[in-house]
Every structure is written in C-alpha cells, then in structure tokens.
C-alpha cells in the first residue's frame, strides 16, 4: 500500500518538507515494483508501464480535487527523456514554466532531475541546466523508498513542494513577473 511509503507519523519541520496533505496525496499514487533502468531491456518495458499507471494516477486525482498543476509525456520512444509543463499559482496568477528530465542510466537507483529552464539562475535553490535543487528534502526520501518510488512521486515530492516555495519567493523579489 502507497501510505507505508512516506511516514504518516512524521510531522513537519524545517528539515521536513511533507505535510499531511502531502502524505495523502503521495499515498493514493501507486508504488513500483519493477526494479528496472533504461538498461534493463524488457524489464525497464514494464516499470514503464507501471510509471505510466502512476502518472495517469495522480493526474486523474489531481484534476478530480481540483489540482491540476503539471503535464508530461516522454518526448522519446525510450522514456527517457520527458518534457511537459507545470504552473504553480500565486495571489490568483497562474505562474507557467517547461519542464523536462531525463531518466538516468542507474534509475531508479538515482532519482530524476527534474528542471525549469526559464528559472535558470533566478533561484539559488536549482543547479546548472535548469535542475530543481532536491538534495536535502527529496532525495533522502527517494533513496529510502527505491524501487518504490516512481516519476509520479518525484513530481509530487520534489517538483510540487519546490515550486510552491520558490514561485511565490521569486514573485515577491520581482524576478519572475506575471506574462
């Protein structure tokens, strides 16, 4: 069951980015159970599968509680590379960036890392090439959960979480505007 993934015990602090709705979101997404990279001939086939179920998954609850806030698809026939859009909103704007990632030769043993190219050196929060900076939150999580955890649970760990913390910061400093 998807809720044995995250602690529902733990609580919230400075050191821990989850929150409640954040554990009940991420326990209704699928967990994996194909141990498989690109690597992996047939058996990487069926993660994908299953990487796709989660996917279709999440949005479906997203968009069923109102929280439609990202969209992806593998711009190759390997699935791994993906690109898509997500959006964050803010005092009622709706703030839209690209995103894209490339799944790693060593997944899931390494967790994607997911980038906002137009972010690029507007936030100290995010690496060289757009990549969103999940180092102390996230990837502690994902490596507590591979296999586990999937492309879904990146994006709803990593990806929703951080924008929700650096759109709202980067409007208030005035480096992004509203378009």
């Known amino acids: 069951m998807a809720s044995n993934a995250v602690d529902n015990n ?51 609850n997203n968009k069923a509680e109102d929280n439609d806030w990202f969209n992806i698809k593998p711009k190759d026939k390997t699935g791994t590379f993906w690109e898509g859009k997500c959006w964050n909103y803010y005092k009622g704007l709706k703030y839209e960036f690209k995103l894209q990632f490339a799944i790693p030769a060593t997944y899931p043993a390494a967790a994607p890392e997911l980038a906002v190219p137009e972010l690029e050196g507007k936030t100290a929060k995010m690496y060289r090439g757009g990549k969103i900076c999940l ?45």
């Open 10 to 60: 733990q609580q919230p602090t400075s050191n821990n980015a989850i929150n409640a709705t954040t554990v009940k979101t991420v326990s209704k997404i699928p967990l994996m159970t194909v141990n498989a990279g690109p690597r992996d001939g047939d058996l990487w086939n069926k993660r994908l599968k299953e990487e796709f179920t989660a996917l279709i998954k999440y949005i479906k």
């Open 135 to 179: 180092d102390i939150h996230f990837n502690p999580l994902w490596q507590k959960n591979v296999p586990k955890f999937g492309i879904a649970h990146a994006i709803a760990l990593g990806l929703g979480p951080w924008l929700a913390a650096e759109v709202p910061d980067l409007v208030e400093k005035k480096i992004i505007v509203h378009s």
